[in-house]
């Protein structure tokens, strides 16, 4: 048996990081063919030496023609270059692990070839969602753990018999917290999630809850389910990754440890299963599991991304990028927390949306949105 070949775009994250991990567990089922990073070129240079990777590609032009590649070649740089390496046709399966509104030209590109689209990329389908869907929706795999989880339960399922969604979300580190207790959030304080380990963006979008929200946008898209179907709901202890509800009110739940290399490792797998790369959960000993409503008046960022998909259009992309924008103003220490979701909120308020049928389309308006929330923030 033929072993995956697989590319992995964001090898140096979080999810790119773990997935080397789950293909180094298994490196008689996986082959890594490609990698491609933003910035961290050290890291990548590591990881191409360690796994005997020749096909490179650095996001940032700069960086790229300061480094190369183990073999003395050049490493190609640029947005371009990424795209170049997901649609080249030389991996099984690519895993978009990349960071932002950016994966979605290397979405694209990934599922103009041959290969499935292993997405961990959510804003590829938030900003783009109506091009990838019309592209194949059958070659894309959720690599979102509670995407993964709905994926999970659907196998075997008709869609027409789904009736509800319900997304889990832990609530973050202020899940209880009042609004003013908000005002004077560190940096620090947003970072400490106390569940899971992610990138310092996706953080952030966790402690707003506007990850929450963007993942209704993606489930929305990956499902085909109305927003009036998709429900939210907290649950702290994160075990629960998410549930479908079905016409005759039977409910299916996905249930594992909380360790992103469980869903990273069945996207590889799909629909085979490995073996486990974590400890197995003992509910002898798990405890209670809790479930509780979102607060809209503390997590703001929620109704937003509702409000955004049912919009539709070019709506969820500007929301995306309003809030790329002002994450990246609070992490720098520029603005406070609570201002993410008041410049999400204005830029949506002002933008006249338009149909997102095009790369360009949708493009325009999340340069336009960028704008916008930058000239809000100074």
Known sequence: MSRLRVAILGSTGSIGRQALEVADRHPDKVEIVALAANTQAELLLEQAARFGIKRLALGDET??????????????????????????????????????????????????SDARLALANKESLVAGGEILTSMGLDRIIPVDSEHSAIYQCLIGERPATVSRIWLTASGGPFRGADPARLKGVTVGEALAHPRWTMGPKITIDSATMMNKGLEVIEAHHLFDVGY????????????????????????????????????????????????????????????SLDFEPPDPTTFRCLDLAFAAGRTGGTMPAV???????????????????????????????VHLPDRADSIETVETADAWARQEAASLLR
Do not use: Y
């Open 63 to 112: 960086t790229a023609r300061a480094f190369a590649a183990p073999d003395g070649s050049p490493i190609p740089g640029g947005r371009s270059a990424i795209e170049t390496l997901a649609g080249e046709g030389s991996a099984d399966l690519v895993l978009n692990a990349l960071v932002g509104a950016a994966g979605l030209r290397a979405s694209i590109a990934t599922l103009r």
């Open 319 to 349: 929301l995306n990028a309003a809030n790329e924008i002002a994450v990246a103003a609070f992490l720098a220490g520029q603005t406070e927390f609570n201002t993410i979701p008041a410049i999400v909120e204005r830029v949506m308020e």
């Open 228 to 287: 009036d179907d998709i429900d939210v709901v907290v649950h702290p202890q994160s075990c629960v990754h998410s549930m479908v509800e079905f016409a005759d009110g039977s409910v299916k739940a996905h249930l594992g440890a909380t360790d992103m290399r469980i869903p990273i490792q069945f996207a590889f797998s799909c629909p085979d299963r490995w073996n486990t790369p974590t400890p197995a959960v003992n509910f002898l000993t798990i405890g």
